[in-house]
């Protein structure tokens, strides 16, 4: 009786193909788009507040602004802010320095208005003047030595001060040392703490003050 001998091969292997996760990507355009939009939000929360003068007395608006700063200290963490973008006239948009506001609200009891507040930033000379200004010819500025100590924080010894008028000028003597940290700068503005835990806002002056 013939038998039947059958070879039975194993079925080919078919092996699982498992698609990969999705994974978040973190793009340029998405970093940038998250800064411009803190961005706005800080401008807008400070828009209103007379470049601190109203924020004294309303310690919620105070708190919103400072949350703001720090979601912009955020995003700058990782960056260099004290290479040349930093030389520039900054011009006052927001502070919680009480000196600067007590100027500016004090001007009109000496028959005068504070005009543009201003940092005078000189990266490579290592200068800084911190300006304000009453037009239409008056000017109080000091004169700073300063050194860069780190990424994103700077020391300044003040080396004098002048209060100056259209046909006279009164010397005052320097006073004072410190340093501040820009927390974040981009071609717009900039955010800025001290050594005394206040706080600035400034944008980039559309001329270059001298003196």
């Not at 990782?78 to 609200?105: G, H, N, P, Y």
Request: hydrophobic fraction near 40%; proline fraction near 7%; aromatic fraction near 8%.
């Amino acid at each position: 009786m013939a038998t039947c001998h059958c070879l039975l091969l194993p079925a080919p292997f078919k092996p699982t193909i498992i698609p990969p996760k999705p994974t978040s990507k973190i793009t340029c355009s998405s970093i940038t788009t998250q800064s411009q939009s803190a961005k706005q939000h800080l401008l807008t929360l400070i828009s209103d507040q007379h470049r601190g003068l109203k924020t004294q007395n309303d310690p919620i608006k105070r708190s919103s602004i400072i949350q703001a700063i720090d979601a912009m200290a955020d995003l700058g963490k990782d960056t260099v802010t004290t290479d040349d973008s930093l030389s520039a006239t900054w011009r006052l948009l927001w502070t919680t320095e009480k000196e600067q506001l007590f100027i500016i609200e004090k001007a009109p009891l000496f028959g005068t208005q504070a005009g543009d507040v201003l940092q005078v930033i000189d990266v490579e000379k290592r200068t800084l003047n911190n300006v304000i200004t009453f037009p239409p010819d008056g000017v109080f500025f000091v004169r700073s030595s300063i050194e860069v100590s780190s990424s994103q924080r700077v020391n300044f010894r003040f080396t004098s001060a002048v209060l100056r008028g259209k046909n006279w000028e009164i010397p005052l003597p320097p006073f004072g040392q410190g340093w501040f940290e820009s927390l974040y700068i981009d071609e717009e503005i900039r955010v800025v703490k001290d050594i005394r835990g206040d706080y600035l806002v400034v944008d980039k002056a559309p001329y270059a003050w001298k003196e």
